[in-house]
């Protein structure tokens, strides 16, 4: 059994781990305490929600069942089937100045990996492995029950940057994914998980490979005044 991680030495900036979490795409085979991941399952859900509702499920995949998912996953992705998800991701069409911060943080991750634009074959490998979850010793599943509304939507969210802000302050590595919500059909037909259940997205836990370049990539944030306006009249 792997021991327990020590935690970060303590930072002068309290807000110092909010601004270290990264999306990890790169992980070691150190295996994650079932006990340690328990914690972080905790911390998720003493995120807010509307009428303390706590919407949302995390399931872990393993062994097997891991394996039959990833491959139908794959399946799908290289086949070229249809993408349904249960809900819309992004806007639709996609407004010009949303999608120049896409095309940047694409840009950031492939130039991170030296994989060039026109070079499709590299990005589909990359992107691939998406649904291998990026070979991280934990694989989890977000689902939320369809009679949710937005805000059941909202709330999750909530909850899944609380287990990402867990996970960074205790020294792990994580990433949603949400590739996962392409073919939520397949993941339920693969999980045997109720119809009603709708798929909002995949997460990779694990210790982050320090020497991996694709977790060297950096992608920027909107300034301040930007999303946040004040109104006094």
Not at 87 to 98: G, T, V, W
Not at 102 to 108: D, G, K, N
Not at 139 to 168: K, S
Not at 173 to 187: E, F, K, M, Q, R
Request: aromatic share 8%.
């Amino acid at each position: 059994m792997s021991a327990l991680p020590i935690a970060p030495a303590a930072s002068p900036d309290p807000l110092h781990f909010l601004h270290q979490r990264r999306s990890t795409r790169a992980f070691t085979t150190q295996a994650v305490d079932p006990s340690l991941l328990e914690r972080l399952l905790i911390a998720a859900r003493a995120a807010p929600s509307g009428a303390n509702l706590q919407p949302g499920r995390f399931i872990q995949v393993q062994g097997a069942a891991r394996e039959r998912l990833t491959q139908a996953l794959l399946h799908d992705f290289e086949s070229g089937a249809p993408e349904r998800e249960d809900y819309a991701y992004f806007p639709r069409p996609m407004p010009m100045a949303l999608r120049k911060r896409q095309v940047a943080a694409a840009q950031a991750l492939y130039g991170a990996i030296g994989v060039e634009r026109a070079d499709q074959l590299a990005r589909d490998a990359q992107f691939a492995r998406n649904y291998r979850f990026f070979d991280a010793p934990v694989a989890l599943i977000v689902t939320l029950d369809a009679h949710f509304g937005a805000g059941g939507y909202m709330d999750l969210g909530m909850a899944l940057y609380g287990l990402q802000l867990a996970a960074t302050a205790l020294g792990l590595g994580s990433c949603a994914i949400g590739a996962l919500a392409s073919y939520p059909d397949t993941v339920r037909r693969v999980l045997a998980l109720d119809a009603d259940q709708h798929v909002v997205c995949g997460v990779a836990l694990g210790w982050a490979d320090a020497h991996a370049p694709i977790n060297q990539t950096r992608t920027s944030r909107i300034a301040l005044p930007d999303y946040y306006q004040i109104k006094i009249n």
